[in-house]
């Protein structure tokens, strides 16, 4: 080491300052992903159901295809009838699950009435005619199909990008048929409850049936109805009993007046085609990245509560090609908050332009295996 200059003693604290709080923020990020990693690597636990409790240590338990085990626990509160999750290799029980929150309600989202409305969608104007013909009309208007002699299109598939309005147009479909939104997530169908994968599908038809009128969102449908692939990792026989389930259900529900089942998928290039055939999943609609003018129309949804000054949202529109409805919306987010760190009370348009190089430089860090991107 040579003689230290003083005179940089200021300007060193100041990058000593600087440099320990990115190291901070760093580590914390490093904590979360590492509690990420962590929970994805954990295997998935195996439901069943006690039939009879042996000792303080000792219980015999079902499992949903029906073998029973005697298993160990570390002195549970257990009765019979209990509904526990076994570790998959020991068949030890690790947890009990409340009773009134099994797998079934776990793995789904139950919403009485969904808030988004279409005017809370920027552009899609044909597929939003596309999705009111295939979908209102039966629920509202069987009878224009019964007295044509025809059956309205069975099962209605969503797919495109992420962020492109899937979940935000099956929602408010819902909303504008006052029918029930009822969401099923397709992997944590597969991931989370092995073994409870068929048995939560016919449960979730009976539910969408009882709540009618309602629609049957099947989100990322891709992981229960993809094709077999030599690297899957979750049991192939699992994922296969619960699509057969799955095609059973859609089969027998053309008849049901009142339900509708709609799926989404980022990659339907992997989709069995037994899920596409008539009857089934027999109408496919496609969403793409906004165009300049539903970009326009995008910002102006997600702006309209904003204090702008001297905003040109049609000059947005235009330089923010290739981005989808959520990383518009999130730009918006982004720019009111670069607004309230310089302390402003309203939004102009550099604070669009600083969010929208920030998103920018997220995406090229974290979406490396993004399809679209
Ligand atoms: N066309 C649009 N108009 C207005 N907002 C949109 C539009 N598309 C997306 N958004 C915004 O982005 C959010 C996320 O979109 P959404 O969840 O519908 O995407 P998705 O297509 O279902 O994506 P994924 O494939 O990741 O599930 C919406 O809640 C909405 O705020
Ligand atoms: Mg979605």
Redesign the pocket.
Known sequence: MGAVNTDNVPELRKAVVRLTRERDAAQKEARELSRAIQNMAQPPLLVAQVSRVLSKNYAIVRTPNSQEFLVPHPNFELSAGDTVALNQNTLAIVKILPSNIDAFVASMELDEKPR?TYE?????REILQDIREVVELPLIHPEVFTKMGIEPPAGVL?E????????????AVANATHATFIRLVGSELVQKFIGEGARIVREIFALAREKSPSILFI??IDAVASRRTPDSQVSDREVQRTLMQLLSELDGFNQIKGVKVLA???RPDILDPAILRPGRFDRIIH?SL?EEK?RG??LK??TRRMPLRNVDLNHLAKITDGM???????MCTEAAMFAIRGALDYITEAQFIQAMSKLKKDHLEQKPHNLYM
């Open positions: 988004e809370d969608i920027g552009g899609l969503l495109g990008p992420p962020g492109t309005g899937k979940t935000l147009v099956a929602r989100d990322e989404a998928s980022n969403f906004p539903d129309e995008i949804i997600h989808s409805g959520a990383d518009i919306r999130g």
